[in-house]
Structure formats: C-alpha cells, structure tokens
Antibody
Framework: EVQLVESGGGLVKPGGSLILSCEVSAFTFSDAWMSWVRQAPGKGLEWVGLIKRKSDGGTTDYAAPVKGRFTISRDDSKNKLYLQMDSLKTEDTAIYYC??????????WGQGTTVTVSS | DVVMTQSPLSLPVTVGQPASISCRSSQSLVYSDGNTYLSWFQQRPGQSPRRLIYKVSNRDSGVPDRFGGSGSGTDFTLKISRVEAEDVGLYYCMQGTHWYTFGQGTKLEI
C-alpha cells in the first residue's frame, strides 16, 4: 500500500523558516509528480505547489500566496519530498499534506503535519 | 484564477436516502488534451482527504459504487445513491485543469 508520511511541523515565529519532509513508500517515487496541499484550522483545502518527476524536467510551480517564499524539492534516492518554508506568516498556519499527483488530481494523501506560525 | 463554487454547503441526509452535491467552475474545465480534470474528495472527521472521483466520473480504487460523478464544461455533480453512516464528513470538488483549486466544501451530516 502506498504510504506518505510527513514530518517537520511545529511552532515558528512570524518571519521564521521551517522544512517539512514527506517520506514515501511502496511505489516508485521517482516516477511520480508530487504536491503539497494545506488546510488552515477550520478551513478548506488549498493547493500549495507541485514538483514534476525528473523525466518531465523536475520543475516546480507554486500557488500565488506562497510563491517566492516556499520551495519544493525532492531526493529520489531517499524517496523524500521537501517543503522549505521561509518568511512565514501567521496565515501560513495549517496542516500540510503531501500528496501524489495523477490523473489530474491528488491521488494519495499523507496524514499531514501541523505548522503553527505565532509570536 | 478558477473559482469553484459548491452547493449546498450543508447537507442533512437520512441513511439509505440519496444525496447530491453540485460544483460549478468559473470557466470551462476542458483541457487542451480533451480531458476534464474535475475530482471529488471526501474528508471524514479527523482524517486526511481521500479522492473518490477523478476526471469527472471515474471512481478511484476501493471507492464504493454508490458514489458517482457526472457533468461537463462548468457544471458537475457528486451523487451518493444511498447514504451510509460512514459517509459523514466534508466533500470537496477540485479542478486540475488550470493549476488546482478546491471548492469551499460541503458538510454532509446525518
């Protein structure tokens, strides 16, 4: 069974940085497009960004609210996905989910990791 | 940006009865490859979201056949033929044609 396990969440002050990780198992990570989706407390789902597989260029794209502040990367040798978050704002407080991308949407989701941005 | 609008936002239902959720997009979701990238997700209380339907009407593996998706262009519907107690939760539509945007969510309650 495909599994995605996020880690790295926590409490950080506004303006600070945090790195989230997502460890993937039971499928060929290097073949997958991956994304991050977040959910603010009591709110709906918001796409954060994606990274393509290396054979498709390995490029990244981001939602407007995080562009220039967040960076997605991957290490196919470790089956890991990362989300580097800089210049964090209180409105970045959310559960962050790692997902696979296929057939036009988020196919498999992790359990999420919670990020709280507060002074 | 493509705006996804769901209705209703709250849906009280009775076990064994049908339920229907509507989703409208602010522009056509037909992609240049001819596909329409409209998905539906279920989020049970305290759980991560789970995809139920992709490309309008295709059920993901393991999804009960009481869930069905339909629609085209800008208007889409998720139907549950006979609601079960385990279906309680939030339901989101999402478009994947112009990047990705989600609807506001519909709370299904019994």
């Amino acid at each position: 069974e495909v599994q995605l396990v996020e880690s790295g969440g926590g409490l950080v002050k506004p303006g600070g940085s945090l790195i989230l990780s997502c460890e993937v198992s039971a499928f060929t990570f290097s073949d997958a497009w991956m994304s991050w989706v977040r959910q603010a407390p009591g709110k709906g789902l918001e796409w954060v960004g994606l990274i393509k597989r290396k054979s498709d260029g390995g490029t990244t794209d981001y939602a407007a609210p995080v562009k220039g502040r967040f960076t997605i990367s991957r290490d196919d040798s470790k089956n890991k996905l990362y989300l580097q978050m800089d210049s964090l704002k209180t409105e970045d407080t959310a559960i962050y989910y790692c997902t696979t991308l296929s057939l036009g949407g988020m196919a498999v989701w992790g359990q999420g990791t919670t990020v709280t941005v507060s002074s | 940006d493509v705006v996804m609008t769901q209705s209703p936002l709250s849906l009280p239902v009775t076990v064994g009865q049908p339920a229907s959720i509507s989703c409208r997009s602010s522009q056509s979701l037909v992609y240049s490859d001819g596909n329409t990238y409209l998905s539906w997700f279920q989020q049970r209380p305290g759980q991560s979201p789970r995809r139920l339907i992709y490309k309008v009407s295709n059920r993901d593996s393991g999804v009960p056949d009481r869930f069905g998706g339909s629609g085209s262009g800008t208007d889409f519907t998720l139907k549950i033929s006979r609601v079960e107690a385990e279906d309680v939760g939030l339901y989101y539509c999402m478009q994947g044609t112009h990047w990705y945007t989600f609807g506001q969510g519909t709370k299904l309650e019994i």
